[in-house]
C-alpha cells in the first residue's frame, strides 16, 4: 500500500471486525493480538473503516506504517492508536510486532453520552499516543485484555465497567489537548457531522432539510451520502440512531417506555414501541427483560 493510493481507495466499511462479514450486537466487546488478526494478510491491514466500532491498537515492540484518509506515519514501539468509528485507516506491521487490539461499539460512548454530552464530539478524531503518555492507559488496556481472556463469574458486567473506565480516561485525554484538525474526505466527514446532529437533537424527527442546512448540502446529497456509505436512506440513518439511544435508555436507566419514548422525541410511544420491534424483533419491555438484572439494580 503506498500514501498516495489511499486517497482513491475503494474504502470498505466493515460492520464486523477486518476482513469478516459478520455483524456485532449492540454492546460488542472483542480483545485479540495483531499477530492472530494481520499474519494471514501478510502484516497488511488495507484501508478500511467500520460504521460504529471503535478500536485501540497499543502495540510493545516493533514498528507499523499507520495509513490515514491523508496521511501516512511511520511508528515503532511503544505506541497506541485510537481510530474511532467512520474513520479511515490501514497498517503494515513488522513481522516481529507485539501488541493488542481492543474493538468495542459506539454502544459505550452512546451510553455515556447521557451524562457527558461532549464525548461523542472528543472522541471522533484518531490519535497516537507514545512515551509518557502511554503509561496511564497501559495498565487499563491489560486489565481489560486479561479479563476478557478468563472465564470468571460476572466477566460481562466487570468488562463493561472496565471499557466506561478506559473510554473515559480517553474522554480526559481528548479534553486536555490542543483542538486538531482531522483529515476526512467528504462524505465521511458529512455523515460524522449528520450523526452528531441526531445525537444532540432534542427534536430528531426535524425536516431532513433542517439537517442538511446545517451541513450545508442539499437534503437530497444528504441522501445519497446516507445510500453510499451505510445503505440506508438519511431517514432511516436518524431511526437507527434512535433505536440506539433507545437501548442505552434501556440498558442503564429504569424510567418507563412512555418516559423513554417522550425524551426521545416521539409524540406517541405506541410508534416509539413499533419502530423499536421493526429494528430489534423485540418490544422494549421485552429487550429490557434481556439484560442482565445487575445491570438493572445500578
Known amino acids: 500500500m503506498h500514501a498516495n493510493s489511499i486517497q482513491h481507495h475503494e474504502f470498505i466499511n466493515y460492520s464486523g471486525l477486518y476482513r469478516e462479514k459478520n455483524t456485532h450486537k449492540e454492546n460488542y466487546i472483542y480483545c485479540e493480538t495483531i499477530e492472530s488478526r494481520s499474519k494471514e494478510f501478510n502484516w497488511e491491514v488495507d484501508a478500511h473503516f467500520h460504521s460504529s466500532l471503535y478500536q485501540v491498537f497499543f502495540v510493545e515492540s516493533g514498528y507499523a506504517t499507520f495509513y490515514t484518509a491523508d496521511e501516512q506515519v511511520c511508528l515503532e514501539a511503544p505506541f497506541m492508536c485510537f481510530i474511532p468509528p467512520l474513520s479511515i485507516h490501514g497498517f503494515h506491521f513488522g513481522a516481529h510486532v507485539d501488541g493488542r487490539i481492543l474493538t468495542f461499539s459506539d454502544f459505550y460512548t452512546e451510553t455515556l453520552h447521557e451524562r457527558y454530552p461532549n464525548i461523542l464530539h472528543s472522541l471522533e478524531t484518531v490519535f497516537v499516543l507514545k512515551g509518557e503518555s502511554l503509561h496511564s492507559f497501559r495498565e487499563s488496556f491489560n486489565a481489560i485484555h486479561t479479563e476478557?481472556?478468563?472465564?470468571?463469574?460476572?466477566?460481562?458486567?466487570?468488562?463493561?465497567?472496565?471499557?466506561?473506565?478506559?473510554?473515559?480516561?480517553?474522554?480526559?485525554?481528548?479534553n486536555e489537548q490542543p483542538a486538531q484538525k482531522s483529515?476526512?474526505?467528504?462524505?465521511?466527514?458529512?455523515?460524522k457531522k449528520f450523526q452528531h446532529l441526531i445525537k444532540i437533537s432534542k427534536s430528531p424527527f426535524t425536516s431532513l432539510q433542517v439537517y442538511a442546512d446545517h451541513l450545508h448540502i442539499t437534503a437530497k446529497h444528504l441522501n445519497?451520502?446516507?445510500?453510499?456509505l451505510k445503505q440506508m436512506s438519511a431517514l432511516q440513518v436518524v431511526q437507527v440512531e434512535l433505536i440506539l439511544k433507545a437501548k442505552a435508555h434501556l440498558y442503564h436507566f429504569n424510567s418507563n417506555i412512555s418516559e423513554i419514548a417522550y425524551e426521545l422525541g416521539f409524540d406517541d410511544p405506541s410508534y416509539f414501541t413499533r419502530l423499536f420491534k421493526k429494528h430489534t424483533g423485540l418490544t422494549p419491555n421485552e429487550y429490557r427483560k434481556q439484560i442482565p438484572l445487575a445491570k438493572i439494580e445500578e
Open 183 to 191: 483529515g476526512h474526505n467528504n462524505n465521511l466527514y458529512y455523515f
Open 148 to 174: 476478557f481472556h478468563e472465564a470468571k463469574v460476572g466477566k460481562e458486567i466487570m468488562l463493561e465497567h472496565m471499557l466506561y473506565l478506559l473510554v473515559l480516561q480517553f474522554y480526559r485525554y481528548s
Open 224 to 228: 445519497r451520502i446516507c445510500r453510499s
